[in-house]
């Protein structure tokens, strides 16, 4: 699936500032192709069950092929995780950013399972922070470390490294899919949020920090998305282990 036009920002990735796009993403982004994969599982589940096998076959037979088209062209070889983009303005982007992560932490995952664990490892060793996910690894040329300055220092560095704190919650889901005896860990993962309640928003956690320690908090002090990823992903980790295997077993069939 394909997205984008010159001079505009079209995914989660948006900064633009003086008409410049930072991280225009035009092609095919990985992770609008996983949630577009699961979105046909889904209509296809809906459609079956209002209406019949037979209506609803055209959908599975279009996201079995969707899925076969994205293991082939997505898996980097060399890199062993995912482009980040296929099919841009300069080709395939192969930067190391945490998109690739819905690849297989949705309910369908589209990627197959033989890859999960590479993933999953890369993405802990490069990206993993106590305050969620980088959003480009470092050691890349456009990397950033720090969120401050004038807006356009900021935007230059918002989506170039910044951590962002929502993204833990699709990590421990595909960290519990490849790891699901590791729950512990999972846990660890999140110890760092409880005492970022006393440090920025009081009681809330904030959008971003910086991509290296301290791990300054920057952006909105109060983030929606930040606090409903991190107690989503700490009810995940505090269920009872039965219910997660249950989870596992209905979700985790790589259809």
Request: proline share 6%.
């Amino acid at each position: 699936m394909r997205q984008g036009e010159e001079g505009y920002q079209l995914t989660w990735m948006d900064a633009k500032v003086d008409g410049w796009v930072v991280t225009p993403r035009r092609g095919k982004a990985v992770e609008i192709n996983a949630l577009f994969y699961n979105a046909l599982r889904l209509l296809e589940t809906w459609v079956r069950q209002e209406h019949g096998e037979t209506e609803s076959r055209l959908l599975g037979e279009q996201a079995t092929l969707m899925r076969a088209a994205f293991n082939q062209r997505f898996w980097h070889e060399e890199g062993g995780y995912l482009y980040d983009v296929l099919d841009g303005e300069h080709g395939d982007d192969a930067s190391f950013r945490p998109n690739q992560i819905l690849a297989l932490s949705l309910d369908y995952p589209v990627l197959d399972d033989r890859r999960w664990q590479p993933v999953v490892d890369a993405v802990r060793e490069r990206l993993l922070t106590p305050y969620g996910l980088r959003s480009l690894a470092p050691g890349h040329p456009d990397f950033r470390p720090k969120y401050y300055g004038n807006l356009r220092s900021r935007d230059a560095a918002y989506h170039q490294g910044t951590v962002w704190a929502w993204l833990i919650g699709p990590f421990i889901d595909a960290w519990l899919r490849v790891y699901p005896c590791k729950r512990d860990d999972a846990r660890r993962m999140l110890e760092a949020f409880p005492p970022h309640l006393d440090v920025a928003g009081v009681g809330t956690i904030s959008e971003i920090f910086d991509a290296e320690p301290p791990y300054t908090p920057r952006g909105c002090i109060a983030q929606a998305w930040s606090v409903a990823e991190v107690l989503r992903a700490w009810r995940r980790v505090n269920q009872p282990s039965t219910e997660a295997g249950q989870n596992q077993l209905s979700i985790g069939n790589g259809q």
